[in-house]
C-alpha cells in the first residue's frame, strides 16, 4: 500500500489543517446564524452581535486576505442579501 505524495506534502497537510479549515467554519457560522436571523430564531439585535463578534476572531485568527474577503461575499449572495446589514466595514 503507498501513500500519495500529494497527502504528505506540508503545503496540502498545512492548508487542510489551515486556511480552507477556518474559511469553511466561518462560512458555516454565517449561515447558520443568517439562517436563523432569516427564520425569525434570533433576533436583529442577537445577530448584529453575533456577527460582529464573529468577525472580531476572524480578524484575529491567522486567515488569509483573500479568505476574509471571500467570507465577505457570503453578504452579496441573493439567498443571504437580507443580513446584509450585518456585514462589517471591514
Keep these: 500500500m ?16 489551515g486556511d480552507s479549515y477556518m474559511y469553511g467554519f466561518f462560512l ?3 449561515t447558520a446564524a443568517c439562517g436563523f436571523y432569516l427564520r425569525g430564531s434570533i433576533s436583529e439585535k442577537d445577530a448584529k452581535e453575533f456577527f460582529e463578534e464573529t468577525f472580531k476572531i476572524v480578524n484575529i485568527v491567522k486567515i488569509s486576505e483573500i479568505s476574509k474577503n471571500n467570507l465577505l461575499l457570503f453578504f452579496e449572495q441573493d439567498v443571504n442579501k437580507r443580513c446584509k446589514k450585518f456585514k462589517p466595514n471591514k
Excluded at 503507498?2 to 489543517?17: C, G, H, N, R, Y
Design 28 to 30: 458555516g457560522k454565517f
Design 2 to 17: 503507498t501513500t500519495p505524495s500529494f497527502a504528505i506534502e506540508d503545503k496540502v497537510l498545512e492548508d487542510i489543517a
